[in-house]
């Protein structure tokens, strides 16, 4: 998949938590009586921009550079849903929260370049090494494949004899 679709569904998935974070684990009645968020909503939330990031993190695991890009903007966003949120009751609280959401995706909009970066060079050497490992294996002029060739024949060879009989 390209980057930038990887980075659009990102995106999505991104808005999507958020939406249904919100809705699902804001203290509603907490917020109103005491004007600040209970832990559980914080630690839920934090959770749940996570859970956005989760499956693009395993799938990067093993590039560190788009590991540590991901997990800079995540922390970003993050941080910058925290302090949006920790605020008093507001007037219409999912307003409130929509516009959150909608700066969040301002947020990571504005810093997915290194990321977008990190992603076509870890990409862009994974086809490199699958395009050599694919010659390696199936080109007979190199010494890898020549050996596996040999080796396949002589494994074969008693079958063949034996079905010449």
Not at 63 to 72: Q, R, Y
Not at 77 to 88: K, S
Request: charged share 20%; hydrophobic share 40%.
């Amino acid at each position: 998949m390209p980057v930038d679709q990887q980075l659009r569904d990102l995106e999505d998935v991104l808005m999507m938590h958020l939406q249904q974070g919100f809705l699902f684990h804001v203290n509603f009645n907490f917020w109103n009586e005491m004007d600040m968020l209970d832990t559980d909503t914080n630690i839920a939330v934090e959770d749940t921009i996570w859970g956005a990031f989760e499956s693009i993190m395993t799938q990067y695991s093993a590039s560190e550079p788009v590991t540590e890009n991901l997990e800079n903007l995540c922390l970003s966003v993050q941080n910058a849903v925290w302090a949006a949120i920790n605020v008093p009751y507001p007037r219409d609280p999912y307003r409130h929260l929509d516009i959150v959401a909608e700066n969040a995706r301002v947020i990571y909009l504005g810093q997915i370049g290194h990321l977008r970066t990190a992603l076509i060079q870890a990409n862009h050497h994974a086809e490199v090494i699958q395009r050599v490992w694919r010659r390696a294996i199936s080109d007979p002029s190199c010494k890898m494949c020549l050996n596996r060739l040999n080796r396949e024949f002589h494994e074969d060879l008693p079958h063949l004899k034996s079905s010449l009989v």
